[in-house]
């Protein structure tokens, strides 16, 4: 299997977790119809708050798990550099987003 360079995994691990946001957008956006409106005093923020741990999971491990096995494997220039591309990349990615919500407003 061919090896990916460390910017192109940076880019992907960054389209994996837009990817995961968007899969949770919808959910999120419509929670009331959904789920309903009823009050569910703490059922609601159990719900809330294991989506919020999950998510922080998933998103961490696509950004942090390669990274962590690169500088535990003395690979440190290579972790560091991996991290810094996916973190970049989520900026960029970041910015193409608002740039659109500025045009379409």
């Known amino acids: 299997m061919k090896k990916l360079s460390l910017l192109k995994r940076g880019l992907?691990?960054?389209?994996?977790?837009?990817?995961y946001i968007s899969l949770l957008v919808p959910i999120m956006?419509?929670?009331e119809k959904v789920?309903?409106?009823?009050?569910?005093?703490?059922l609601s923020p159990l719900v809330f708050l294991l989506l919020f741990i999950v998510s922080a999971l998933v998103t961490?491990?696509?950004?942090?798990?390669?990274p962590l096995m690169l500088y535990l494997d003395g690979q440190k220039k290579e972790a560091i550099k991996?991290?810094?591309y996916t973190g970049a990349s989520l900026?960029?990615?970041?910015?193409?987003?608002?740039?659109?919500?500025?045009?379409i407003k």
């Open 12 to 19: 992907l691990n960054s389209l994996g977790v837009v990817a």
């Open 29 to 31: 956006s419509n929670g």
């Open 35 to 42: 789920f309903g409106t009823a009050d569910h005093r703490w």
């Open 60 to 66: 961490s491990s696509l950004v942090l798990a390669k």
């Open 82 to 84: 991996l991290l810094f």
């Open 91 to 103: 900026f960029v990615w970041l910015i193409i987003f608002m740039i659109t919500l500025i045009l």
